[in-house]
């Protein structure tokens, strides 16, 4: 199973950036997705997440109304759009598929992409 994560950069406050996660090796379509982000000096924080079939979505308070999370299961790929970016959102961005919609333990991660926001 590979997760691979890509898009990151660099942006300037109030940028955009679309990451994308393309899935192989596992069943894409039945797995349940979600994006976290790990910062120096930070735990962990799940960003977004989306179910299966794509019909359920939740975000981190600190990303709402400004982060949407996709899913395209004819190409395998999971998708961050990320608007109106804030230093506070510089990490590195790791997808992640677990099986077990109840389950809090997480099947596969991907690498991890940077993304780096200057104020």
């Known amino acids: 199973v590979q997760l691979q994560a890509s898009g990151g950069g660099l942006v300037q406050a109030g940028g955009s950036l679309r990451l994308s996660c393309a899935a192989s090796g596992l069943t894409f379509s039945s797995y349940n997705m979600a994006w976290f982000r790990h910062s120096p000096g930070k735990e962990r924080e799940i960003v977004a997440t989306?179910?299966?079939?794509?019909?359920?979505?939740d975000y981190a308070d600190s990303v709402k109304g400004r982060f949407t999370i996709s899913r395209d299961n004819a190409k395998n790929t999971v998708y961050l759009q990320m608007n109106n970016l804030i230093p506070e959102d510089t990490a590195v961005y790791y997808c992640?598929?677990?099986?077990?919609?109840?389950?809090?333990?997480?099947?596969?991660w991907g690498q991890g992409t940077q993304v780096t926001v200057s104020s």
């Open positions: 992640a598929a677990k099986y077990d919609a109840r389950g809090v333990k997480y099947d596969y």
């Open positions: 989306i179910n299966w079939t794509g019909g359920r979505i």
